[in-house]
């Protein structure tokens, strides 16, 4: 009997049905989505770090390196279970060209690699090593989208040309936010090519399961081994790999929560509106001496129907969805694969926005307990204008949610997108960056540069900042590596979120994520270990950074003056008149690379950039789509709950077009107020949300960047087209009602 009554009811209000599964639907999709994003996202890479052996700690050394003291290193040190030094050809960007597109302009560090001979592998589009015949190439796998190439094309490295035989995925080097980029060349071939360009080393270990990457590196620096360069560890890499996939993710995960709390408040007004239609039938069951419980049992029967519909609809659109999502995993990474724990994962999020909503509904139906069985017995009374009142609130409120989900991922797409966001990476307002790329004289460079700045009357400001190591002492007594960068911070000063750029001896001023990792604040003191013995250092202010893993700091000058300068970066600034692109070509050379900052930015994120825009178009699509169901649910239930005094109307002389009008007001006015309300959450609320997220990467007091046309124009013109949609399509049926029927009666 039960499932009898629950087919008739179905069958009676498909309208109800259709809402409610589509509610449910859409919350266990988008849960599904992110669960599944996330699991897919963390295993593929796991799973190209395993295949390709990736190291536990990376030095980048340019200079000259002594394996023997290396060996006699990893012997005294019992948690290395392997390592390797990497040769590694950095070339002129000028000089390389894809196919027809020339690299003059990339932002990367590109050069010639070996595949590794013990781990650190460079894998093909299978996962496999590949075979590099003499005259070939294989390309990273991140060009291949960007330059539009193909097997066959051409790679000219100067006056040599080399066949693209294939293209790479390189565990380390995959994101763009890796500075540099690795071509796989046969040895022979790299061995040819030492003249063209500047020769470095990976320097890499391999340490037994449990070794703190922190402590190694610490003793690696201690040990006076080679560090003319940057250092890299295990966590940094896979932090980097996972950052512009797991953005999207984020505001997927946003959308998703979003969604859950839309669905619960839209199924408690359908169920409420059923339970108030619907009261003399369940006076019947009462009085045929079913029991409250029994009522309510059937109810929530049905809804369980309902929300298993939905978890099976949402699942199979979710296998639909994640693959586009997942183009870029499947290009960087490769092994997307959907297997158990990924199924397991995407299942356990349905069930978890299933369950969600069916305690929802059990709880509202536990008002049946106060239908009174002689009051059921009656017509259903007449509407009361308060709780008409509650369906427009519920479309302003739809409306908010709707346009705080579209402007959130806009405007992080946007901010990341401006050249303000330089802020976030440890950099000033210059106009301009010039890296002194690693050589034995990085030093004599770094001068004869400065030098020639000095002298040039198109510069208006600049600053040289020189990276070096040292080993820092902390309060409790234990010790860290930590990078420091030496110069004047008062040229370009960055914004700091405590205190102030340092001005003098002993001042030193550090990231965020250092600060919260070391527990220093303003005003706190640090242990540097210089050639002078420990010395003392008060740090003066706290900055954003989310550069190198979020972990530097900033000092006018460490007394120690023979620790090797990892990095040299100069920051300027030209005059108005001068041709940016001019003065760029005069300074290009194989030992200096100059971009301009804004480049700089889109190539360091181009890939989280890509895949937050994707997140947008998706946020965007859901957020109409719900917003005209809603609204054109509600005003259809509202004009059913009104069909006699509608019909009435037109019995005394209203038409259809003056009835109409009054419902286009009252159901466009409560959307409109709601996306106006949605913007101004969405530039308060959205701004802290997006904020507490990046601080964890190292932006201390994000600031969302607005797109004003977007806040003003597309946002609003957008939701307003489909509130008017949704309008239109929710009072169609009152050209049906026709006038006698209030002289029937009601049903």
């Not at 565990?171 to 003249?195: G, H, I, P, W």
Request: charged share 20%.
């Amino acid at each position: 009997m039960r499932k009898r009554l629950i087919l008739n009811d179905i069958r009676k209000n498909r309208l109800f049905t259709a809402a409610t599964v589509a509610f449910m639907t859409v919350s266990a999709m988008l849960f599904a989505l992110t669960v599944l994003l996330s699991v897919s996202l963390l295993s593929s890479i796991q799973t190209l770090m395993e295949q390709a052996e990736t190291p536990d700690f990376l030095q980048m050394h340019a200079g000259t390196v002594k394996e023997e003291e290396i060996s006699a290193f990893a012997e005294a040190h019992p948690e290395v279970e392997d390592w390797q030094v990497m040769p590694f050809l950095n070339l002129e960007n000028s000089k390389i060209s894809l196919g027809e597109h020339s690299l003059a302009d990339s932002t990367q560090d590109n050069g010639l690699s070996v595949q590794g001979q013990s781990f650190d592998y460079l894998v093909d589009l299978t996962n496999e090593l590949p075979k590099v015949w003499p005259g070939e190439v294989f390309v990273p796998i991140c060009y291949r989208a960007q330059y539009e190439l193909a097997p066959g094309d051409v790679m000219q490295i100067g006056n040599r040309k080399f066949t693209i035989a294939g293209f790479i995925r390189d565990s380390q080097m995959n994101s763009m936010m890796a500075s540099s980029k690795r071509f796989l060349v046969n040895e022979a071939d790299y061995e040819s090519m030492q003249k063209e360009g500047t020769k470095e080393y990976l320097i890499e270990f391999r340490l037994h399961e449990g070794t703190d990457t922190g402590v190694f590196e610490n003793a690696y620096k201690e040990a006076g081994l080679p560090d003319n360069g940057p250092a890299v560890t295990k966590p940094l890499i896979r932090m980097m790999n996972a950052l512009s996939d797991g953005m999207m993710i984020l505001v997927i995960l946003l959308v998703s929560v979003v969604a859950v709390i839309i669905s619960v408040i839209c199924i408690r007004f359908l169920l409420l509106t059923r339970m108030e239609k619907e009261r003399k039938e369940m006076g019947m069951l009462r009085a045929i001496g079913m029991a409250k419980g029994q009522i309510r049992g059937l109810w929530f029967a049905k809804y369980v129907a309902f929300s298993a519909a939905g978890a099976l609809i949402g699942l199979l659109l979710t296998g639909l969805a994640q693959k586009p999502l997942t183009a870029q995993m499947q290009e960087l990474y490769g092994g997307v694969a959907i297997g158990g724990w990924t199924i397991f994962g995407a299942v356990f999020a349905v069930l978890l926005a299933e369950g969600i909503l069916l305690l929802a509904i059990r709880r509202i139906l536990k008002r049946m307990e106060k239908l009174p069985v002689l009051s059921c017995l009656y017509d259903v009374p007449e509407q009361k204008k308060g709780r008409e009142y509650r369906s427009y609130f519920l479309i302003a409120a739809v409306a908010a949610a709707c346009a705080f989900l579209m402007l959130v991922p806009a405007n992080l797409y946007y901010t990341l997108d401006s050249p303000e966001f330089v802020t976030y990476m440890g950099i000033g307002d210059a106009g301009l960056r010039m890296d002194i790329r690693q050589t034995d004289d990085i030093a004599g460079v770094t001068a004869r540069t400065a030098e020639q700045l000095a002298g040039d009357a198109d510069v208006e400001k600049y600053v040289v900042l020189k990276t070096r190591s040292y080993s820092m002492g902390l309060p409790d007594g234990s010790t860290s590596a930590l990078t420091v960068e030496e110069g004047n911070h008062n040229i370009f000063p960055v914004r700091y979120e405590k205190g102030e750029a340092p001005k003098g001896k002993g001042q030193i001023a550090l990231s965020a994520l250092n600060a919260k990792e070391t527990g220093l604040t303003v005003g706190d003191s640090l242990l540097l270990n210089t050639e002078k013995g420990a010395e003392r250092y008060t740090v003066c202010g706290i900055y954003s950074d989310i550069t190198n893993g979020g972990k530097t700091a900033k000092a006018c000058r460490i007394a120690d003056e023979k620790a090797p300068v990892m990095w040299s970066v100069f920051y300027v600034s030209l005059k108005d008149h001068v041709s940016e692109k001019t003065w760029i070509n005069k300074y290009q050379q194989p030992e200096i690379k100059v971009t301009d900052i804004a480049d700089y930015v889109k190539g360091t994120y181009g890939q989280t950039l890509k895949e937050i825009r994707l997140a947008a178009v998706v946020a965007t699509g859901i957020s109409a789509g719900i917003l005209f169901v809603v609204t054109a649910l509600f005003l259809r239930l509202t004009i059913e709950k009104n069909r006699y005094a509608i019909s009435l109307k037109k019995a005394i002389g209203f038409c259809s077009r003056d009835i109409k009008r009054s419902y286009r007001i009252r159901g466009f006015l409560p959307a409109f107020f709601g996306i106006v309300t949605g913007i101004l959450f969405g530039n308060t609320c959205g701004e802290k949300l997006c904020g507490s997220i990046l601080t964890s990467f190292g932006a201390e007091g994000f600031s969302f960047v607005t797109d004003w046309r977007m806040v003003c124009f597309l946002i609003p013109v957008t939701l307003s087209f489909a509130a008017v949609a949704a309008v239109e399509a929710g009072i169609w049926e009152i050209k049906n009602i026709r006038a006698f029927e209030c002289c029937i009666g009601k049903e």
